[in-house]
């Protein structure tokens, strides 16, 4: 949805998404054709460990709403989540809920294209609000990490 929503937002843009499920890849390219970007939008089965540079190219920046909820916070979800999403799309999977996320964060100067040559040199996340701090110190220095807070607060 975010690449969507993007695609929709920059007219000249174009999306490469990544999803472990297969329904989330058929379901993507289907809203992709319904709101008419199917041109400027490819969707792949695989998991960011799995992308390379040469399959895909690279980015200008990259954006990501990767699972991240920690496994204790699964059961505190609301019903409208829990009991329609997907699993996998919901819980990092790691006690602290990152694994995905450092996985992300591993790979993104593989394919990320440098300034010099037209790239903006951002990754944006959504995470838990138990994640800004966490994740701080994975950062040269802190022009380099910011994190912003959701419309109830938290800091994602």
């Known amino acids: 949805a975010i690449g969507l929503a993007l695609l929709n ?8 998404g990544c999803d472990i ?6 379901l993507s390219l289907e809203n ?4 008419g970007v199917e041109n400027r939008y490819k969707c792949l089965e695989s998991s ?13 920046l990259i954006v990501s709403n990767p699972p991240y ?5 699964m059961e505190g979800l609301d019903s409208d989540v829990k009991d329609y999403e997907d699993w996998r799309a919901l819980c990092g999977v790691s006690d602290d809920g990152l694994e995905v996320i450092n996985q992300i964060i591993e ?19 959504e995470v838990d609000s138990s994640h800004p ?6 950062f040269r220095d802190e022009r380099s990490f910011a994190w912003y807070e959701d419309m109830g607060g938290l800091p994602r």
């Open 9 to 16: 937002a920059f007219p000249e843009a174009h999306c490469v």
């Open 21 to 26: 499920s297969s329904e989330a890849v058929k």
């Open 32 to 35: 992709a054709a319904k709101v």
């Open 48 to 60: 960011i460990e799995s992308l390379s540079s040469s399959d895909v190219g690279k980015f200008h």
């Open 69 to 73: 909820i920690p496994p204790k916070d």
């Open 107 to 125: 790979k993104t100067p593989g394919l990320l294209l440098p300034c010099s040559e037209g790239g903006f040199g951002s990754l944006w996340l």
């Open 133 to 138: 701090t966490l994740l701080q110190s994975k």
